[in-house]
């Protein structure tokens, strides 16, 4: 069955410095998808990115970076240079083959960052 | 940007009563779905819809619960004698094409409180 862990329940950052915010996921699948969804106060969900299994190259947008390693089965979310507006509760979600499209989220990590 | 939208944002009914949550999805979108997130906790996947049936459903997702698109717009989640541990944000989705890899777009939520 799949699993996400997003050991780190809360962070709290000043604003300016950098956060990675970590997920591990398990999956028997070869084939699969992996998400992150940022839920700032307001309580909506907002996609941020999608990475498939075969691809394992970085992706940088804005300030938002993303580290998919296969090898230790993890998907960490950095934020350089963070801001007041980055607050919000971060979810890391897989998708895989055997769960037809029914995401499976993590727990969620509640980033703070501070004036 | 097209988006999915729910209604009402927030909907307060009395235990044992019936509840319809409305969501409008993208309108070019062929998968639907409904998650859940318990005040605090992870979302958590109640069903998907498809072609006008369900495709894959949780195990929260019991007899109380059923789904409905009664137009070519709509979706809708009927919870039919809601308990008081129905209460949370309920989450609408919708993703287009085929294959695991399109994101679900979420729309705000619909926060559902019983007393």
């Known amino acids: 069955a799949q699993k996400v862990t997003q050991a780190q329940t809360e962070i709290s950052v000043v604003e300016k410095e950098d956060v990675t915010l970590d997920c591990v996921y398990e999956?028997?699948?070869?084939?699969?998808?992996l998400f992150w969804y940022k839920q700032p106060p307001s309580g909506e969900l907002v996609f941020l990115i999608r990475r498939n299994s075969f691809d394992e190259q970085n992706e940088i947008s804005g300030r938002y970076s993303w580290n998919f390693q296969k090898s230790t089965s993890s998907f960490n979310f950095t934020i350089t240079a963070s801001q007041v507006v980055d607050s919000a509760v971060y979810f890391c979600a897989l998708l895989d083959s055997g769960s037809a499209r029914q995401l499976t989220f993590g727990s969620g990590t509640q980033l703070t960052v501070l004036p | 940007e097209p988006e999915v939208t729910q209604t009402p944002s927030h909907q307060v009914t009395q235990m044992g009563q019936e509840v319809i949550l409305r969501c409008v999805p993208i309108s070019n979108h062929l998968y639907f779905y409904w998650y859940r997130q318990i005040l605090g906790q992870k979302v958590e996947f109640l069903v998907s819809f498809y072609n006008n049936e369900i495709s894959e459903k949780s195990e929260i997702f019991d007899d109380q619960f059923s789904v409905e698109r009664p137009d070519g717009s709509n979706f809708t989640l009927k919870i039919r004698s809601t308990k008081l541990e129905d209460s949370a944000m309920y989450f609408c989705?919708?993703?287009?094409?085929?294959?695991?890899?399109?994101?679900?777009?979420f729309g705000d939520g619909t926060r559902l409180s019983i007393l």
């Open positions: 999956t028997r699948d070869t084939t699969y998808y």
């Open positions: 989705a919708s993703s287009g094409g085929l294959g695991n890899n399109q994101p679900q777009h």
